[in-house]
C-alpha cells in the first residue's frame, strides 16, 4: 500500500500492533488498560484502592508533582492521566 508516496507494509504493520497490552481489565468500578496498570504499579500507585477514575487521577497528579520523578515516568504517567481522564469524561457526559 502507497500512501502520501511513501509504501507500507500491512501485514507488518499488523503485526506490530500490541493488542494485549491495550485489553481492558476490570478494577472494582472503572476499568483500566494492561499497559495503564503497568505504569502505575511501577510507579507504586495503588489503583486497587481508588474508588473511582476520579481518585485515581488526584493520585496520579499528586505523584506528577514530585519533583524527584524521574523524566521517563513523568512521562508514562501523563499518558496514564490522559487516557483515563479521557475514558472518566465520556463514561459522565450526559446523553
Known amino acids: ?3 502520501n508516496g511513501k509504501e507500507y507494509n500491512l501485514d507488518s504493520l499488523m503485526k506490530s500492533i500490541d493488542l494485549e497490552s491495550n485489553q481492558l481489565e476490570h478494577i472494582g468500578s472503572f476499568y483500566l488498560t494492561k499497559r495503564e496498570i503497568e505504569i502505575l504499579d511501577r510507579n507504586f500507585i495503588d489503583y486497587r484502592t481508588s474508588n473511582s477514575l476520579k481518585d485515581l487521577i488526584m493520585k496520579i497528579q499528586n505523584i506528577l508533582e514530585d519533583e524527584d520523578l524521574d ?8 499518558y496514564v492521566l490522559e487516557t483515563i481522564s479521557e475514558r ?7 446523553k
Do not use: S, T
Not at 523524566?71 to 501523563?78: A, K, V, Y
Not at 472518566?88 to 450526559?94: A, T
Open 1 to 3: 500500500m502507497i500512501v
Open 71 to 78: 523524566p521517563d515516568d513523568g512521562d508514562d504517567l501523563d
Open 88 to 94: 472518566d469524561y465520556y463514561q459522565n457526559v450526559k
